[in-house]
């Protein structure tokens, strides 16, 4: 079997049958041609003769200058493609196997601050229409906790401003309904009256949410650049990207006492564990919560 066929049958399994997202797929890709590219002048050139120990070369090549998180998607990338092969009757064994994935330390984004966020917010001119739809955008991320595929997806269609709630398609294709607040609302509203306004060139685009000044969906890249520039604008010192805002929704609905289920179902996450990770609280917030609480936290000693 040639490299192209198995890679491009593996992404269609993960496309039609696990129904992960098209930069997951391309990720996967990169990460297949790479191995690709590694066996070229090997006589085991094939996904069906190659063996454990040049695979662990590999592995260990890529590893002496990439980051580990990169190394633990090679690692998902390479058994998920070699079981899939498993699966399919073209191989006996996986040789990724028994390859172990690189410990992975906690890593959370900074988390802004109730008052920074204001100030990103002010940044966006609201004396034209780019700020307004701007202003628009950054309130849907903090508002939400929407991740940026997650806005870039969003289409007029899925808003529901009597009931309330949006309509998000999340990871792995599966949709949730998200609640948006009256503010976050007003903003949309607001931009919605320019969007009226702009000549959609793309019929792709005919239902997108936001869009760029020459009427198509804007990009994931368009997004970083735009919050970018505004935290910039704004004097913020620290790195801010969509995942910022949407980890600062989280951490701040968790101080001010929300449950911490109710933040997993916003956010979209499979599993609660993941929210206990992702949602960062220091010492001092939860000694406060036990105190004002717990019945044990109230009690004075005698």
């Not at 399919?88 to 196997?97: F, I, M, Q, T």
């Not at 911490?260 to 949602?279: C, D, F, K, P, W």
Request: aromatic content about 8%; overall charge neutral.
């Amino acid at each position: 079997m040639e490299w192209a066929t198995a890679i491009q049958d593996y992404l269609n399994h993960l496309h039609i049958e696990r129904g992960l997202s098209t930069n997951t797929r391309i990720n996967y890709r990169l990460d297949l041609e790479k191995l690709q590219d590694f066996l070229v002048e090997s006589p085991a050139n094939s996904p069906i003769k190659i063996e454990q120990e040049l695979l662990t070369q590999f592995v260990y090549d890529f590893s002496k200058t990439k980051h580990p998180r990169s190394q633990a998607r090679l690692m998902s990338s390479l058994k998920g493609f070699f079981n899939y092969l498993v699966a399919e009757g073209l191989r006996e064994d996986n040789p990724a196997a028994l390859l172990d994935s690189p410990r992975l330390g906690l890593y959370l984004p900074d988390t802004l601050s109730i008052e920074e966020v204001e100030t990103l917010l002010d940044a966006c001119t609201e004396n034209d229409a780019l700020g307004r739809r701007n202003r628009a955008i950054l309130e849907t991320l903090y508002g939400c906790g929407l991740r940026v595929s997650e806005l870039t997806g969003l289409q007029l269609s899925d808003l529901f401003f009597e009931e309330g709630y949006m309509r998000i398609i999340g990871k792995g294709n599966k949709q949730r309904l998200v609640p948006f607040a009256p503010l976050t609302q007003k903003y949309i509203r607001i931009y919605l009256e320019d969007r009226q306004g702009v000549s959609i060139r793309d019929p792709k685009s005919q239902d997108t949410l936001f869009l760029s000044r020459r009427g198509t969906g804007l990009t994931r890249a368009m997004i970083f650049t735009i919050i970018k520039r505004l935290s910039q604008d704004a004097g913020i010192q620290k790195k801010v990207s969509p995942h910022t805002l949407r980890h600062s929704f989280a951490t701040h609905l968790l101080e001010n006492g929300a449950d911490l289920r109710a933040i997993q179902l916003m956010l979209g996450h499979s599993s609660i564990t993941t929210t206990e990770v992702y949602v960062h609280v220091d010492r001092n917030h939860l000694t406060k919560i036990l105190a004002d609480f717990h019945p044990r936290g109230q009690s004075k000693p005698s």
